[in-house]
């Protein structure tokens, strides 16, 4: 049997929680039991040891492993031995986390999207292990979260947003800088959408694509579909099509410009793929509020 948990988050103005635990941390009544929820958790292991399952996936944890756990997904800590662990949740439908300059970090796209996704579809062996230097920084961090949190002080609810934002950019250089076997291969697909994500404007060919993730051509696209649900062609056309869509309300720049500016060569062809992908023509999506 397995539980859900529905995040009220206590009442507080911002839907981003810490909580500082030993144990399974799981409300009083669920146990060890597998359970899942309707907000995004970060579970960071400081001391001890024990077992951390994930999908049905036993992964023995020791300080210092770090784990992304979407609200589909299930989790429970059955092991534990003197175990410490931190979890930081907030509802990612409601906290407005800036996205599109995270997802210029290919580590972002490994640890909090690849990664769950991975540990969804099979056995996924991998994950963000912090050296106890940088462990430290990270529980530096939670632990000026969870003051802030429990005193509530006027302005905490921008201090816990700006310290959120933090804490992911630190784990996803920390997972670039650190990844090896399974993690290194999500890295690779990360580093090729962080690339597509900075320089969207530049006319990719896939075969430039393939030798950034030391891959073929066959391989990248299964692995390119199985992170995002797209291919590469597709997904690069999303993002132009995304900061284009920012430069109509944001510019006065006339709608060739704006398919040149952002990648596309032939300002029909960005006219047809925004109409499909957007609804609306670009004009009148400049017109709309």
Request: charged letters at 25%; hydrophobic letters at 40%; one cysteine or more.
């Amino acid at each position: 049997m397995k539980a859900k948990i529905i995040g009220k988050f206590d009442g507080v103005g911002i839907p981003i929680r810490v909580k500082l635990l030993h144990g399974s941390g799981i409300p009083e009544g669920i146990g060890g039991m597998e359970h899942s929820h309707d907000f995004a958790e970060l579970v960071l292991f400081h001391g001890g040891r024990g077992v951390h399952r994930v999908d049905g996936h036993d992964y023995p944890v020791v300080a210092g492993d770090v784990f992304a756990v979407h609200g589909d997904q299930t989790h429970a800590i059955v092991q534990r031995e003197n175990l410490q662990h931190v979890e930081v949740t907030y509802n990612s439908r409601r906290v407005r986390l800036p996205t599109d300059q995270l997802r210029k970090l290919p580590g972002y796209h490994a640890l909090f999207i690849l990664e769950p996704a991975r540990r969804r579809r099979r056995r996924f062996r991998g994950h963000l292990r912090l050296s106890p230097t940088r462990l430290a920084e990270a529980m530096r961090l939670i632990h000026s979260m969870h003051q802030e949190y429990e005193a509530r002080p006027v302005g905490y609810e921008a201090f816990l947003l700006g310290r959120l934002v933090e804490l992911i950019v630190f784990l996803s250089r920390e997972y670039s800088r650190s990844s090896t076997g399974e993690g290194r291969a999500l890295l690779r697909v990360g580093e090729v959408i962080g690339l597509l994500e900075r320089e969207y404007a530049r006319p990719w060919r896939l075969a430039e694509l393939c030798a950034i993730a030391h891959m073929s051509k066959s391989n990248l696209m299964v692995a390119f579909r199985e992170a995002t649900g797209q291919t590469p062609v597709n997904y690069l056309i999303e993002v132009r099509l995304r900061h284009a869509m920012y430069l109509l309300q944001s510019t006065a720049r006339k709608v060739t410009e704006i398919a040149f500016e952002v990648g596309f060569s032939d300002s029909n062809y960005f006219a047809r793929k925004f109409r499909q992908v957007v609804g609306l023509s670009p004009s009148a999506y400049r017109r709309s509020p």
